[in-house]
């Protein structure tokens, strides 16, 4: 299996900035679609971004475009998740995922475990 690990989350004051990291290992990450899901306290895991790589194409939840970048460096089979500008209401658990296809919704095959990123005022 492909096994996915997040890093990169913390404490923030509100306009700060983050870049979260997930290295996946398994051999096979060049052919996956990767993307990043958060959950927020007392609400449901939704899609945040998401990239193909291997045609590089990329998409985004509405409220977070222009703020956040998806990208990856496959020479270190990991993805990423800049995050600019952060709000209070960016907080929550964000998690990576991989799968064959891209989705806005849950259907991924692999999870990471998750990174806290909470926002301050």
């Known amino acids: 299996q492909v096994q996915l690990v997040e890093s990169g989350g913390g404490l923030v004051q509100a306009g700060g900035s983050l870049r979260l990291s997930c290295v996946a290992s398994?051999?096979?990450?060049?052919?996956?679609?990767m993307a990043w899901f958060r959950q927020a306290p007392g609400k449901e895991r939704e899609f945040v971004a998401a990239?193909?790589?291997?045609?590089?194409?990329?998409f985004y939840v509405d409220n977070v475009k222009g703020r956040f970048t998806i990208s990856t460096d496959n020479a270190k089979n990991t993805v990423y998740l800049k995050m600019n500008s952060l709000k209070p209401e960016d907080t929550a658990v964000y998690y990576c995922?991989?799968?064959?296809?891209?989705?806005?919704?849950?259907?991924?095959?692999?999870w990471g475990q998750g990174t806290q990123v909470t926002v301050s005022s």
């Open positions: 995922a991989a799968g064959p296809r891209l989705s806005t919704g849950l259907e991924y095959d692999y």
């Open positions: 990239i193909s790589l291997s045609g590089a194409n990329t």
């Open positions: 398994g051999r096979t990450f060049s052919r996956l679609v």
